[in-house]
């Protein structure tokens, strides 16, 4: 799961979701589904006890199912920058070594990602809708 944490303004969630949207995952490569989603604001309080928004930004949460990690990894790792260890240009601390991450310009802070493990599933009736993108 990885959450995004895009600027306000129209011209910020554009950029994302172009460039989400030109991201692409070969093929038999372990991927079952990947769905980017939105918080929705709903009138009824009992649907909002999630506190993963924020007035500063607007909220973007990508869900991907894999078959496992290691197919995750081979995928998509190679596209996950380490920090990078590196000494301010300037400024009072320009002595001190620092971990630098980067950053998107219409990133509002760096991206959050978490591994989760399924515990257990439930099929429903339905079958997912067909994917927008392939």
Do not use: C
């Not at 989400?20 to 995952?25: D, E």
């Not at 990690?69 to 990078?84: R, T, W």
């Not at 509002?108 to 809708?129: C, Q, S, T, Y």
């Amino acid at each position: 799961m990885v959450h995004w944490l895009i600027k306000r303004g129209v011209e910020n969630e554009h950029a994302f979701k172009a460039l989400w949207a030109k991201m692409s995952i070969d093929p038999n490569t372990g991927l079952y589904r990947e769905v980017l989603t939105k918080p929705v604001e709903a009138e009824d309080s009992k649907f909002n006890t999630f506190s993963i928004t924020d007035n500063a930004y607007i909220t973007y949460i990508n869900i991907g199912f894999w078959k496992d990690i290691e197919s995750f990894d081979a995928a998509v790792g190679k596209y996950i920058q380490p920090p990078e260890r590196r000494k301010p240009l300037d400024g009072p601390n320009k002595d001190k070594e620092m971990l630098a991450v980067y950053r998107y310009d219409f990133e509002f802070k760096i991206r959050e990602r978490v591994i989760l493990e399924k515990i257990l599933d439930r099929k429903g009736a339905l079958d997912f809708p067909e994917a927008d993108l392939t």
